[in-house]
């Protein structure tokens, strides 16, 4: 036989085992129905107490960031520009310093740059952990409430929901205790 026939052979054997191990584990589980919903995290986020001023305090700190590293581009760039217009006049030795000067700028620059975001994410982080948190004990109290199996977030990226009875969508219903709560 020729290997490719080995190798249909092989396939088609572990296919029809497969598929007999499937059928068998079929009837031998039984079927439970499961409770699903979804929320929209989005529109709980915006609707929550506190969310807005959160959000306002970590954009005017971030963009006090912007502003300080624009500043910061802004002499890089300047720094470029005059070492261009000079370089001809310097000598060797003068022009490798200035590259040096302009390098280490550089490297400032990007380690300042990494600094603001990571501080940036940790304010962020800071700022929304308590809000996160009340929201997801209210949709851990409501699913436990409406003995619900699984609550996903429509608002997910990887959610892969494609389309959803509104009658599942629990967001009203935590926005609603959120409200309560407060």
């Known amino acids: 036989m020729t290997r490719a026939v080995v190798r249909w052979v092989v396939v088609a054997a572990a296919a029809h085992g497969m598929a007999g191990w499937a059928a068998a584990s079929a009837q031998a589980v039984p079927a439970v129905a499961q409770r699903l919903a979804y929320v929209r995290s989005g529109e709980i986020l915006r609707k929550t107490p506190g969310y807005a001023a959160a959000e306002s305090t970590f954009t005017g700190e971030l963009r006090a960031a912007q502003v300080e590293m624009e500043r910061f581009q802004a002499r890089l760039d300047t720094a470029m520009?005059?070492?261009?217009?000079?370089?001809?006049?310097?000598?060797?030795?003068?022009?490798?310093?200035?590259?040096?000067?302009?390098?280490?700028?550089?490297?400032?620059?990007?380690?300042?740059?990494?600094?603001?975001?990571?501080?940036?994410?940790?304010?962020?982080r800071d700022l929304m952990s308590p809000i996160q948190a009340r929201v997801n004990s209210i949709i851990q109290g409501i699913r436990a409430e409406?003995?619900?199996?699984?609550?996903?977030?429509?608002?997910?990226?990887?959610?892969g929901i494609v389309a959803a009875d509104p009658a599942l969508d629990l967001t009203a219903r935590v926005i609603e205790r959120l409200r309560q709560a407060q």
Do not use: H, V, W
């Open 81 to 124: 520009q005059m070492f261009e217009q000079q370089s001809i006049a310097l000598s060797p030795p003068a022009r490798q310093a200035k590259q040096r000067e302009l390098t280490d700028m550089q490297r400032r620059y990007q380690q300042r740059a990494t600094e603001l975001q990571e501080k940036a994410r940790q304010r962020e």
């Open 146 to 159: 409406g003995n619900y199996a699984l609550i996903f977030d429509a608002d997910s990226p990887n959610a």
